[in-house]
């Protein structure tokens, strides 16, 4: 019985007795947290939906492109809701992929993933966004 007591997951248990407050606060991080020392030690992936008229520079853009497109992408409506996939280096937190899609999906994390492989070096050089030996920027 000890046996398959042991196999239960802790925190599962938890989140069934107690809840997901004290699940949360038993299995919280100590400390500090993830140190990490080195740009792309640590990457991490999230998403958010978000909608698309909520950034009113957002407007300028949409208003730009032709109408069939807007009418193909449901532009067209007062408010779209879309979902912005990130990948984020936590010791620079520099944006290292980016994806846009209507629902959240498995093409937009890989489209992140095989995004944060590429050589950024020419973009940001083009955007003069680093010179020579400023990056990674140096963390506060």
Same mark, same amino acid.
């Given at each position: $019985? #000890?046996?398959? @007591?042991? +196999? @239960?997951d802790p +925190?599962?248990?938890?989140? %069934?007795?107690i809840?997901?407050g %004290?699940a949360?606060?038993?299995?919280?991080?100590?400390?500090a947290?993830?140190?990490?020392?080195?740009?792309?030690?640590r990457?991490e992936?999230?998403? @958010?939906?978000?909608?698309l008229?909520?950034?009113p520079?957002?407007? $300028?853009? @949409?208003?730009?492109?032709?109408?069939?497109l #807007?009418? #193909?992408?449901? +532009?067209?409506?007062?408010?779209?809701?879309?979902?912005v996939? =990130?990948?984020?280096?936590?010791?620079?937190?520099?944006i +290292?992929?980016?994806?846009i899609s /209507?629902?959240p999906?498995? /093409?937009? %994390?890989r489209q =992140?993933l095989?995004?944060? $492989?590429v050589?950024?070096? #020419?973009w940001?050089c083009a955007?003069?966004?680093?010179?020579?030996?400023?990056?990674?920027?140096?963390?506060n």
């Open positions: $019985m #000890r046996k398959e @007591i042991a +196999l @239960i +925190l599962g248990a938890t989140l %069934a007795r809840g997901p %004290a949360r606060t038993k299995f919280r991080p100590a400390g947290g993830i140190e990490v020392t080195r740009a792309g030690e990457v992936i999230d998403e @958010i939906s978000l909608d008229f909520t950034i520079e957002m407007r $300028m853009f @949409i208003d730009g492109i032709p109408a069939a #807007r009418r #193909r992408l449901g +532009l067209e409506k007062k408010s779209v809701r879309w979902t996939t =990130v990948a984020i280096d936590v010791r620079t937190r520099c +290292l992929g980016i994806a /209507r629902t999906n498995h /093409r937009a %994390a =992140v095989q995004m944060t $492989m050589n950024k070096g #020419r940001a955007a003069t966004a680093m010179t020579l030996g400023t990056w990674p920027a140096p963390r």
